[in-house]
Protein backbone atom coordinates (compact mmCIF):
# COMPACT_ATOMS: atom_id res chain seq x y z
CA UNK A 1 0.00 0.00 0.00
CA UNK A 2 1.22 3.49 -1.03
CA UNK A 3 -0.51 6.50 1.19
CA UNK A 4 0.02 9.89 -0.16
CA UNK A 5 -1.18 12.91 2.28
CA UNK A 6 -1.97 15.99 1.57
CA UNK A 7 -3.95 18.98 2.21
CA UNK A 8 -1.56 21.04 4.47
CA UNK A 9 -1.03 24.46 4.34
CA UNK A 10 -0.78 27.58 6.08
CA UNK A 11 -3.81 28.81 8.44
CA UNK A 12 -4.88 31.39 10.79
CA UNK A 13 -5.81 30.33 14.78
CA UNK A 14 -9.48 29.20 15.12
CA UNK A 15 -9.35 28.11 11.10
CA UNK A 16 -10.05 25.06 9.83
CA UNK A 17 -8.22 22.45 7.27
CA UNK A 18 -8.99 19.39 5.67
CA UNK A 19 -6.16 16.43 5.50
CA UNK A 20 -6.65 13.69 2.68
CA UNK A 21 -4.50 10.74 2.50
CA UNK A 22 -5.02 8.79 -0.61
CA UNK A 23 -4.19 5.06 -1.01
CA UNK A 24 -2.76 3.42 -3.70
CA UNK A 25 -1.60 -0.02 -4.60
CA UNK A 26 -4.43 -1.89 -2.40
CA UNK A 27 -8.16 -0.88 -1.45
CA UNK A 28 -7.81 0.49 2.12
CA UNK A 29 -11.23 -0.79 3.26
CA UNK A 30 -9.54 -3.93 5.02
CA UNK A 31 -6.59 -1.61 6.81
CA UNK A 32 -6.73 0.15 9.94
CA UNK A 33 -5.61 3.64 9.48
CA UNK A 34 -4.61 6.52 11.69
CA UNK A 35 -2.97 10.26 11.72
CA UNK A 36 0.45 10.98 13.53
CA UNK A 37 2.07 14.50 13.97
CA UNK A 38 5.33 15.51 14.33
CA UNK A 39 6.44 18.80 15.86
CA UNK A 40 9.49 20.71 15.27
CA UNK A 41 12.28 18.94 17.65
CA UNK A 42 9.40 16.34 19.38
CA UNK A 43 8.61 12.38 18.45
CA UNK A 44 5.88 11.83 16.56
CA UNK A 45 2.50 11.82 18.05
CA UNK A 46 -0.31 9.44 18.13
CA UNK A 47 -3.59 12.05 16.67
CA UNK A 48 -6.58 9.30 15.32
CA UNK A 49 -7.57 6.34 13.98
CA UNK A 50 -10.54 4.24 12.51
CA UNK A 51 -10.35 0.22 13.42
CA UNK A 52 -10.58 -1.91 10.11
CA UNK A 53 -13.95 -3.57 11.69
CA UNK A 54 -16.92 -1.55 12.48
CA UNK A 55 -16.90 2.04 13.86
CA UNK A 56 -13.97 1.52 16.13
CA UNK A 57 -12.50 5.20 16.73
CA UNK A 58 -9.64 6.88 18.57
CA UNK A 59 -8.46 10.15 19.25
CA UNK A 60 -5.74 11.34 21.56
CA UNK A 61 -7.27 12.85 24.42
CA UNK A 62 -6.10 16.17 23.88
CA UNK A 63 -8.00 16.68 20.18
CA UNK A 64 -11.39 14.60 20.96
CA UNK A 65 -13.83 17.39 19.92
CA UNK A 66 -11.58 19.05 17.67
CA UNK A 67 -10.20 16.57 14.98
CA UNK A 68 -12.38 14.18 13.01
CA UNK A 69 -11.23 11.07 11.59
CA UNK A 70 -13.15 9.34 8.13
CA UNK A 71 -12.59 7.13 5.11
CA UNK A 72 -14.57 6.86 2.08
CA UNK A 73 -14.10 3.51 0.39
CA UNK A 74 -15.21 3.97 -2.41
CA UNK A 75 -12.55 6.72 -3.11
CA UNK A 76 -9.63 4.55 -1.20
CA UNK A 77 -9.21 8.15 1.09
CA UNK A 78 -8.78 9.06 4.30
CA UNK A 79 -9.27 12.40 5.86
CA UNK A 80 -8.55 14.25 8.80
CA UNK A 81 -10.75 17.16 9.34
CA UNK A 82 -8.88 19.76 11.87
CA UNK A 83 -11.03 22.33 13.44
CA UNK A 84 -10.48 25.16 15.86
CA UNK A 85 -6.66 24.97 15.33
CA UNK A 86 -3.99 26.17 17.35
CA UNK A 87 -0.47 27.15 16.80
CA UNK A 88 0.45 24.15 18.95
CA UNK A 89 -1.16 21.97 16.29
CA UNK A 90 1.51 22.91 14.26
CA UNK A 91 3.43 19.62 12.65
CA UNK A 92 3.70 17.71 10.19
CA UNK A 93 1.11 15.04 9.34
CA UNK A 94 1.65 11.34 8.67
CA UNK A 95 -1.30 8.86 7.85
CA UNK A 96 -0.89 5.45 8.28
CA UNK A 97 -2.06 1.85 7.61
CA UNK A 98 -2.01 -1.10 8.68
CA UNK A 99 -3.98 -5.08 7.72
CA UNK A 100 -3.59 -6.44 11.61
CA UNK A 101 -3.96 -3.61 14.11
CA UNK A 102 -5.66 -4.65 17.23
CA UNK A 103 -8.37 -2.24 18.76
CA UNK A 104 -5.83 -2.25 22.00
CA UNK A 105 -3.08 -0.90 19.23
CA UNK A 106 -4.67 1.70 17.20
CA UNK A 107 -2.31 4.64 19.27
CA UNK A 108 0.77 2.87 19.01
CA UNK A 109 3.09 4.01 16.07
CA UNK A 110 4.33 0.43 15.71
CA UNK A 111 1.59 -1.12 14.79
CA UNK A 112 1.01 0.13 11.07
CA UNK A 113 3.08 -1.23 8.23
CA UNK A 114 2.42 1.78 5.94
CA UNK A 115 3.48 5.71 6.04
CA UNK A 116 2.57 8.04 3.72
CA UNK A 117 4.92 11.25 3.38
CA UNK A 118 3.82 13.75 5.44
CA UNK A 119 1.72 16.94 4.64
CA UNK A 120 2.81 20.05 6.85
CA UNK A 121 0.34 22.13 9.21
CA UNK A 122 1.24 25.36 9.63
CA UNK A 123 -0.89 27.32 12.36
CA UNK A 124 0.07 30.75 12.51
CA UNK A 125 -1.37 34.40 12.74
Known amino acids: VQLQASGGGLVQPGGSLRLSCAAS????????VSWFRQAPGKERMFVAA????????DYAASLKGRFTISRDNAKNTVYLQMNSLRPEDTAVYYC???????????????????WGQGTLVTVSS
Open 50 to 57: MHRNGPGI
Open 96 to 114: AAGPSVIRSNLQSRGAYAY
Open 25 to 32: GRTISGYS
